[in-house]
Antibody
Framework: QVQLQESGPGLVKPSQTLSLTCTVS??????????WSWIRQPPGKGLEWIGY???????YYNPSLKSRVTISVDTSKNQFSLKLSSVTAADTAVYYC???????????????WGQGTMVTVSS | QSALTQPPSASGSPGQSVTISCTGT?????????VSWYQQHPGKAPKLMIY???KRPSGVPDRFSGSKSGNTASLTVSGLQAEDEADYYC?????????FGGGTKLTVL
């Protein structure tokens, strides 16, 4: 059973770059079965899809964040990462990594989620 | 790309049924049968409850059901139980980008 775990700094200064990593366990990130996704949720607000990556490196980003987002994959470590540049207080949120099946069951849905990590943007 | 539209709140008494709507456009909800629903309890990660409009993952009670008509999808919770009190989010494929609804807080009275 695939499990996901986010890691990274909980506090980032304004104008700096937010960096998070998601470690995949219980399965291979290179299996080709999933798009590996980042989703965020500001305090008291709804979910926002940030983007996802396929193990080959193909990426898809939310148009509203595209200019500031980079998602990358490290197949040797079974990890994928998020970088969000030029952060402001509006980027304060719980950040989740999630899997989005590319084939088989649960198409078009985020079937497995990490526990989430809170990132605060403040000086 | 606008978020899908959900009512901010819904409520019902134990044993009753409640339906939550999720309205999009022909470019998302109406254009694809890839609507999903998530349940989120406070401080927890979202949990997939419905996928492909009306399918339930294993382990999700059959009290939860989904449907779609045109550009509007719906989640119905039958036989409400106290543990169903949570936030519910819909999501739809929209071309290369998935989008979410704003969420509905379901209160069990």
């Amino acid at each position: 059973q695939v499990q996901l775990q986010e890691s990274g700094p909980g506090l980032v200064k304004p104008s700096q770059t937010l960096s998070l990593t998601c470690t995949v366990s219980g399965g291979s990130i290179s299996s080709g079965d999933y798009y590996w996704s980042w989703i965020r949720q500001p305090p008291g607000k709804g979910l926002e899809w940030i983007g996802y990556i396929y193990y080959s490196g193909s990426t898809y980003y939310n148009p509203s964040l595209k200019s500031r987002v980079t998602i990358s994959v490290d197949t040797s470590k079974n990890q994928f990462s998020l970088k969000l540049s030029s952060v402001t207080a509006a980027d304060t949120a719980v950040y989740y990594c999630a899997s989005y099946p590319r084939s088989g069951s649960y198409l078009g849905a985020f079937d497995i989620w990490g526990q989430g990590t809170m990132v605060t943007v403040s000086s | 790309q606008s978020a899908l539209t959900q009512p901010p709140s819904a409520s019902g008494s134990p044993g009753q049924s409640v339906t939550i709507s999720c309205t999009g456009t022909s470019s998302d909800v109406g254009g694809y049968n890839y609507v999903s629903w998530y349940q989120q309890h406070p401080g927890k990660a979202p949990k997939l409850m419905i996928y492909e409009v009306s399918k339930r993952p294993s382990g999700v009670p059959d009290r939860f059901s989904g449907s779609k008509s045109g550009n509007t999808a719906s989640l119905t919770v039958s036989g409400l139980q106290a543990e169903d009190e949570a936030d519910y989010y819909c999501s739809s494929y929209a071309g290369s980008n998935p989008i979410f609804g704003g969420g509905t807080k379901l209160t069990v009275l």
